[in-house]
C-alpha cells in the first residue's frame, strides 16, 4: 500500500492515430472542454445570491431586536462581568426605553392533616371537617406556592388553636420557630420565614401536632360528651405587605371521651356458665352463700385521662377472688373490702369486672345497697382530684334470718302401706316395720337440710322401697341420712325407710330420734318418739317352730324356716328333710386311676407300660418309652409283616466244590488214556 500514489491523475481520452488505424496510445493533459467553462459562471452566481440572503437575514434580526423594548434579553453567559464602552457616548445620542418589573407575590394554597410526614411514605389525608380524640397526633401540611418572583422575604404563620399542641419538626426546618406564647395570649405559633421564592416555585410546610384538653373543656360539672370545634388558618405574607395576606384554613372537632358505670348485677354464680342466674336487687341472699359481682363500664370515644373504679365492698360480704378474665385488673383488694380499678384510657370501648363475694356467717340482717363509682383521672396526675365527676350504679340486697326445717311428726307402720303401730306397742324380735319422719321448713331454709336417724342396737336398717334420692345408710355408724337440699318456705317433706328388730335384743325397750339440721346447724329434734317393747325371744333351736328365716339364724345362721307339713320349723339349709338337722350323707367319691403309658410313650418301668407285650427301654433320645419287646425300634408297636420267597423246583443242576473234583478226575483220565494210545501208535 506504501508504493500506491495518492496524487490526483490527468483524465486520459482515448484518440486515434491519424496514420495508423486502431493505435491505443493515450495522450494526456487535454484541455477542458467549452461546457466546462459554462458550470464556473453558474456557481459565480449562486455564490452572489447566497451572500445576499445572508446579509439580509443580519438586517432583519437587527430590526427585530430594537422592536422588542421593555422585554429582558437572556444574556448568553448570565455570570459574565458587565462590558464597559472603550469610549465616552454621548448622552444626548442614544434612545431611552422605560419599562416596569411585576411584583411577586406567595400564596396559600392548601392545608391539610394527615397521618404522617409525606417523608415516611404516603400519608392518609384526613376528611374536612376532621373528628379527633384527645391523645390524637397528626401532621399539618401547608402548602405555599409564587405567582412570580417574589421581591422580599415570604412569612408562614400557623397559630394554634388552644386544644392543639406543637409536637415535633423532625426535619428541623430552617427558619421554622415555634412560640408558646403568641402575642402574650398562651397560645403556640409556628412561624416559617422564607427569604425569597421563584416563579412558579412551590413549598411544602409540615409539623406534627396533638390533639388535647382545651381549657375551656376543664369543667368538673359537665358529664355529658364534649365537643370543642375549631378552625385553623395558616396565613402566608409577602414583603411584609399585608395587601399580600392569603388565608387557607382547617375545620376540625377534638372529642373529650367519657366513662360511665353502665350496670352492676348480682348472679348466683360466673355468668360464663349457662346455669347462673341475675339475683333480682333487693331480693333476699342466703348467709354463707358465694356471689358474683358483674360491673360494667363504658366509654364514649377516647378518654382524656385512666378510667377508675372503686367498689367498697359491704360489710355483710367478703372478697373470695376475681374471675379469670378481670384478674388483671384486680391485683390487690385492701383490707378484703376495698376495690380499686385502674382501666386505664379507654377509646370508645366497654369493660367488664367480674369477682366472687361471700355473705359472712353473721351478716347484719336487713337491706343494704352496694355502690360502685367510676372516674377520670389526669394521666401521671399526682393529683386526686378526677377530671369529672363519677359515674355510680348500684345494686340493692336484703339478708333475712336464716329459714329452718323442724321435725313435724315421727310414726312407725307395720309395712309401708300397713297399719300404724302406736308408742309403747310391743314388737318381736326379728320383727320388720316401718319409721316415718315429716319434716316442715317456716320460711325458705339458706342452706341444705339434713335428717339423721341414729338406730340403737336393737334396730337394723333393711331398705328404702321408694328409693328416695338422697337417702344413704352407714352401717357403721348406723345411721340412716336423707338431704333434702334447700326447703321452700311452708314446703313439707318426709321420709320412709324399713328397720328389723335384731334376733336377741339386749334391752326391752328403746327409743328412737330423729334430728333436723339447716345448713349444718342442729334446728329441730324430733318430739314425737316412739317407744317399743320387745317381747320374750322363744327358742329357735333345730325343728322348733318359726317364722322368718331371721328367726332360725339367731341359733344357727345355716338354718332357715321350713315348711314342714301345716307348720314351719328351724331346718338345716343343706338337708331341711332332716328333723335333727342333720347334714346329708355324701358319698366318698372313687379316685380315677391315672392310665399307664401306652406306646411310645413315656415310663420308668415295665410295670408302668399297659400293655403286657410292651417293655420300657431306653431310646436313641436317651428317654425311657414303651415298645413291644421283639420289635423295640417300631415306634407304632406294630409287627413286620413276612416276605414271601419264590420256590425253586428240584431239579435245578447244584453246583460246588465237588463237582468240580469229579469232572477234573475224569479229564485226567481221558488225558492219560489218550496219551497211551498216542504212544502206542
Known amino acids: 500500500m506504501d508504493n500506491i500514489n495518492t496524487q490526483p491523475q490527468a483524465f486520459y481520452t482515448k484518440i486515434p492515430s491519424a496514420n495508423v488505424s486502431g493505435n491505443t496510445n493515450m495522450v494526456g493533459n487535454v484541455q477542458t472542454p467549452k461546457k466546462k467553462k459554462s458550470f464556473k459562471n453558474i456557481f459565480a452566481i449562486v455564490g452572489i445570491i447566497f451572500f445576499i440572503i445572508v446579509a439580509s437575514t443580519g438586517v432583519f434580526i437587527a430590526q427585530k431586536q430594537i422592536t422588542q423594548k421593555g422585554q429582558e434579553i437572556t444574556p448568553v453567559a448570565p455570570n459574565a462581568p458587565a462590558s464597559k464602552p472603550s469610549a465616552t457616548v454621548d448622552n444626548n445620542n442614544y434612545c431611552a426605553t422605560s419599562f416596569t418589573v411585576p411584583k411577586g407575590d406567595a400564596d396559600c394554597i392548601s392545608k391539610v392533616a394527615q397521618s404522617d410526614f409525606s417523608k415516611n411514605g404516603t400519608p392518609t389525608i384526613y376528611n ?21 418572583d417574589t421581591v422580599g422575604p415570604v412569612e408562614v404563620l400557623d ?20 412560640s408558646n406564647n403568641y402575642e402574650g395570649t398562651n397560645v403556640q405559633s409556628v412561624v416559617l420565614n422564607i427569604d425569597s421564592m421563584s416563579k412558579d416555585e412551590s413549598i411544602d410546610v409540615e409539623f406534627m401536632v396533638e390533639a388535647i384538653i382545651a381549657p375551656d373543656q376543664v369543667d368538673p360539672d359537665i ?16 414583603n411584609d405587605d399585608i395587601n399580600s395576606l392569603s388565608i387557607c384554613k382547617y375545620e376540625f372537632s377534638t372529642l373529650v371521651g367519657t366513662a360511665e358505670c353502665t350496670s352492676k348485677e348480682l348472679y348466683d354464680g360466673d355468668p360464663a356458665e349457662s346455669a347462673s342466674e341475675v339475683v333480682p336487687a333487693g331480693s333476699a341472699l342466703t348467709i354463707g352463700e358465694e356471689y358474683v359481682y358483674y360491673i360494667t363500664v363504658n366509654a364514649t370515644n377516647k378518654t382524656n385521662g385512666e378510667v377508675k373504679l372503686y367498689d367498697v365492698i359491704p360489710s355483710n360480704f367478703k372478697f373470695v377472688r376475681a374471675l379469670t378474665a378481670s384478674e388483671k385488673y384486680i391485683s390487690n383488694v385492701a383490707g378484703d373490702n376495698e376495690i380499686f380499678v385502674n382501666f386505664g384510657i379507654l377509646e370508645d370501648e366497654e369493660v367488664t369486672l367480674g369477682f366472687v363475694v361471700k ?36 345494686v340493692d340486697h336484703t339478708i333475712l334470718p336464716n329459714g329452718t326445717a323442724q321435725c313435724t311428726e315421727k310414726q312407725a307402720f307395720t309395712d309401708f302401706d300397713g297399719t300404724e303401730i302406736k308408742a ?38 333393711v331398705e328404702d322401697a321408694d328409693n328416695t334420692n338422697g337417702i344413704t345408710y352407714n ?26 328388730v335384731v334376733a336377741n335384743p339386749t334391752v326391752e325397750s328403746f327409743i328412737n330420734i330423729a334430728t333436723v339440721t339447716t345448713d349444718s346447724d342442729t334446728s329441730h329434734v324430733c318430739k314425737l318418739p316412739l317407744k317399743l317393747f320387745v317381747a320374750e325371744v322363744p327358742d329357735y333351736a333345730c325343728n322348733e317352730a318359726c317364722e322368718t328365716n331371721a328367726n332360725c339364724q339367731t341359733v344357727n345362721e345355716d338354718y332357715i324356716c321350713y315348711t314342714a307339713g301345716d307348720k314351719k320349723v ?12 342333720y347334714p ?8 380315677t386311676p391315672t392310665p399307664a403309658p401306652g406306646c411310645n410313650e413315656v415310663c420308668v418301668s415295665n410295670a408302668d407300660c399297659s400293655n403286657n407285650s410292651y417293655v420300657c427301654i431306653t431310646t436313641a433320645d436317651s428317654s425311657n418309652r414303651c415298645r413291644l419287646e421283639t420289635y423295640p425300634n417300631s415306634i407304632t408297636c406294630t409287627v413286620p409283616l413276612a416276605q414271601v420267597q419264590p420256590e425253586l423246583p428240584p431239579t435245578l443242576p447244584q453246583t460246588g466244590p465237588e463237582d468240580w473234583l469229579n469232572w477234573l478226575k475224569a479229564g485226567l483220565v481221558t488225558l492219560g488214556v489218550g496219551t497211551a494210545l498216542f504212544l502206542l501208535l
Request: charged share 25%; glycine share 4%.
Open 128 to 148: 374536612e371537617p376532621g373528628i379527633f380524640n384527645i391523645g390524637d397526633r397528626f401532621v399539618f401540611k401547608i402548602t405555599v406556592t409564587a405567582t412570580e
Open 159 to 178: 397559630v394554634l388553636p388552644k386544644n392543639l399542641l406543637f409536637v415535633e419538626d423532625p426535619d428541623n426546618t430552617p427558619g421554622l420557630e415555634v
Open 223 to 238: 358529664e355529658d360528651l364534649e365537643v370543642f370545634s375549631a378552625t385553623n388558618s395558616a396565613r402566608v405574607v409577602t
Open 359 to 394: 355473705v359472712i356467717d353473721q351478716p347484719t340482717l336487713g337491706k343494704f345497697t352496694n355502690s360502685a363509682l367510676v372516674y377520670i383521672y389526669p394521666t401521671d396526675s399526682t393529683t386526686e382530684e378526677p377530671l369529672e365527676t363519677g359515674s355510680i350504679c348500684e
Open 424 to 461: 309403747n306397742e310391743t314388737v318381736k324380735a326379728g320383727q320388720e316395720f316401718i319409721y316415718r319422719i315429716s319434716i316442715k321448713a317456716n320460711r325458705t331454709t339458706t342452706g341444705d337440710v339434713v335428717v339423721v336417724d341414729q338406730l340403737p342396737e336393737n334396730l337394723i336398717f
Open 475 to 500: 352401717s357403721t355408724t348406723r345411721r340412716v341420712t336423707m338431704d333434702y337440699g334447700v326447703i321452700e318456705d311452708s314446703d313439707v317433706r318426709t321420709i320412709e325407710f324399713k328397720v328389723q
Open 570 to 581: 328351724c331346718r338345716l339349709e343343706s338337708n331341711p328333710s332332716s328333723s335333727a338337722c
Open 584 to 591: 346329708a350323707a355324701t358319698p366318698t367319691p372313687t379316685p
